[in-house]
């Protein structure tokens, strides 16, 4: 076994690693760029070593300072996370000449599937079933639109060398097939340095599942059961479960043989997945191979009892399998929800920011894989993700309830996040009865992610919180008072708090808690049910979160909330003759001029965060009249990009 191994990557996976290697009595190594200096992963290390600038290009992408940093650690082995080189041939092959393991599949497996057009030919090889489509090179736009009407519309166009949910764009016509053909080798240019695409047909009402499989270097490959990752946004994943609720046995079984089939066509060695698209009828198609550990790996640990990063390394090691296809068994059901900081009412836009507060939640079955604290700095040069929360359960429903309720646990103040999102998704009536798709947050979300009045009892709850908030704070400063008013825009809710022995009494309601003021999380205890609500200070205000909804909300004495319904209400500022950019980036490019008239949909700006390239288009029609920023300025978030006249 190692004696000790570098960890080729950061943030919450690189932590990940860690912990199973410090488990193991394998010492660990961290690699870190200028940026990530103070990052939780280079604390967790026994050894940091920096690789240069904050640019993943100048550190994490650089093969030639990871073979130094080891050289220089004494490190047997290479980790790569997920991301970043993890699924680059090149950098297995320069471990190897330098005489290091490479804790992963071999060169050749990840050349053969790290590519998608020649991953796709290899499966149809295998004889796996696969998507219909074009698996040559794409020269222009106008040949993408001629194989798009030969294969029939909806098609979808895919980076060759892509993941992540990049350079990929769905098009329903001759002209979405050529604005994505154009965005889609740009992102792919930014992101892999690789701007060919390829076009398949586009599976309506998809499922996308995927298969765990986990091979030794002897021959022996089998399958952990799949995952369920359907929810996505901007095709990444948001919320993955193991098992999948669709899947019947006869179907996981085949998938598992197919899979099987494929990694054992390319000697296929250490943790990969083998990703379907699955359509209403349980028909599955091949859509791509991962090379690596899946973000969304810990939900086949928490139904299969196994880690699959001690595996990689035991294979990297040269051990054999112990275990056979009939020793795996899944028991209960797990589901994962990354937290990413970002914004879901400006379409998911990447957030930036100090997390100024952090605290994790805790409870039986939930699971929190992080790579940051209290203080740590989410920036632009990387991943958005902050964390990973996974529950699991004995059914599927007793995981959702939980994950439901490690949600309002988790409390995070600094950048923007979509922790309100998730519990929304969580909630809705078709993610309880399994009825999933790629499409489900389009559907669900017609018209995006909005703050929403939350269900009358979920209000109250919110309100009778609020209620008892102000009154324990009215304690702690020597007053008694008992009647309360809680405002909430023009609504007023009069409500009365008293003591009752060691809990309080609202309306028929006995509620316990231990809360005191400055407490960010308010706990209660209703009878037998336990909740947690978040309460924060604004002013003179108290702003309560519960199941994916807040409510500022003003507890105020009778006279004083009846002074204050007398008042007129504040007009918001009109902002509609200002585009302002939705997120902080780079203004890549302006396709307007001062003085030209615009239409409705027309290309206004394309700003580019996170390697992700965003189109600004015109809302109504309009003329522009001045230009605040020009191509290659670093932008804020609601930075002035031009001034409509």
């Not at 410090?22 to 280079?42: C, N």
């Not at 736009?141 to 892509?162: D, F, N, Q, T």
Request: with cysteine; proline share 5%.
């Amino acid at each position: 076994m190692f004696k000790k191994i570098l960890i080729a990557n950061r943030g919450e996976i690189a932590c990940r690693v860690m912990r199973t290697a410090k488990r193991m009595g394998i010492a660990t190594v961290a690699v870190y760029s200028e940026a990530d200096a103070d990052a939780l992963h280079v604390r967790l290390a026994d050894e940091a070593v920096l690789i240069g600038p904050a640019a993943s290009r100048d550190s994490y992408l650089r093969i030639d300072r990871i073979v130094e940093a080891c050289k220089k650690t004494g490190a047997e082995a290479v980790h790569p996370g997920y991301g970043f080189l993890s699924e680059n041939a090149a950098f297995a092959e320069a471990l190897e000449k330098a005489g290091i393991v490479f804790i992963g599949p071999t060169a050749k497996a990840i050349a053969a599937m790290g590519d998608k057009i020649e991953s796709k030919k290899l499966a149809q090889k295998a004889k796996v079933s696969s998507v219909p489509g074009y698996l040559e090179i794409i020269p222009d736009a106008e040949a993408a639109v001629k194989i798009a009407r030969k294969i029939g519309y909806p098609v979808m166009l895919k980076a060759s060398a892509g993941g992540g949910g990049k350079g990929m764009r769905i098009a329903h016509s001759d002209d979405e097939t050529r604005d994505g053909f154009g965005s889609a080798t740009a992102e792919a240019r930014s992101s892999f340095g690789d701007d060919r695409v390829f076009l398949e047909k586009y599976i309506e009402e998809p499922r996308h599942i995927e298969i765990q499989v986990l091979g030794d270097a002897h021959g022996n490959i089998i399958y952990l059961g799949e995952r369920e990752c359907s929810i996505q946004r901007r095709h990444q994943k948001v919320i993955e479960e193991a098992p999948s609720p669709f899947l019947d046995a006869k179907t996981r079984a085949a998938m598992g043989k197919e899979a099987v089939a494929l990694a054992k066509a390319v000697g296929y060695r250490s943790a990969g997945t083998v990703e379907f698209i699955v359509d209403r009828k349980r028909n599955f198609y091949f859509l791509e191979m991962n090379t690596r550990l899946q973000v969304e790996h810990p939900v086949t640990e928490m139904v299969t009892g196994l880690d699959l990063v001690e595996w990689m390394i035991r294979i990297a090691a040269g051990e054999k399998l112990t275990l056979k296809q009939k020793d795996v068994k899944l028991s209960g059901s797990a589901i994962e929800a990354r937290i990413y900081a970002e914004d879901p009412r400006r379409n998911f836009l990447p957030s930036i920011g100090r997390l100024t507060r952090y605290i994790e939640p805790r409870g039986d079955g939930v699971r929190v894989d992080a790579g940051v604290d209290e203080g740590a700095e989410i920036g632009m040069n990387y991943d958005p993700m902050i964390a990973k929360l996974v529950a699991h359960g004995k059914t599927r429903a007793e995981a959702t309830a939980r994950l439901r309720a490690a949600l309002d646990g988790f409390y995070i103040r600094g950048p923007r996040h979509n922790v309100d999102f998730l519990a929304a998704v969580l909630a809705k009536k078709r993610f309880a009865d399994g009825r999933l798709s790629t499409d489900f947050i389009a559907q669900e979300f017609p018209h995006g992610f909005a703050d929403t009045a939350p269900e009358p009892k979920l209000a109250e709850r919110i309100v009778a919180v609020a209620a008892l908030a102000q009154f324990i704070l009215a304690e702690r400063d020597g007053a008694t008072a008992h009647e309360w008013v809680v405002c909430h825009g023009a609504m007023q809710t009069p409500l009365r708090v008293t003591r009752d022995g060691d809990a309080y009494r609202i309306g028929h309601d006995t509620i316990r808690t231990d809360w005191q003021p400055g407490q960010p999380l308010l706990h209660t205890a209703i009878k037998s049910v336990s909740e947690t609500f978040q309460v924060d200070r604004d002013g003179p205000a108290l702003t309560v979160t519960h199941g994916g909804a807040s409510l500022s909300l003003r507890v105020l004495p009778p006279r004083t909330a009846e002074l204050l319904a007398r008042m007129p209400a504040k007009r918001p500022p009109d902002l509609t003759r200002l585009l302002l950019s939705p997120m902080p980036g780079l203004l890549v490019s302006l396709a307007v001029a001062e003085e030209q008239q615009v239409h409705a949909g027309d290309e206004l700006a394309v700003v580019e965060a996170m390697k992700m390239m965003n189109v600004l288009r015109a809302e109504r029609d309009a003329k522009v009249k001045t230009l605040r920023a020009k191509p290659g300025d670093s932008l804020g978030v609601d930075q002035i990009i031009l001034e409509f006249a």
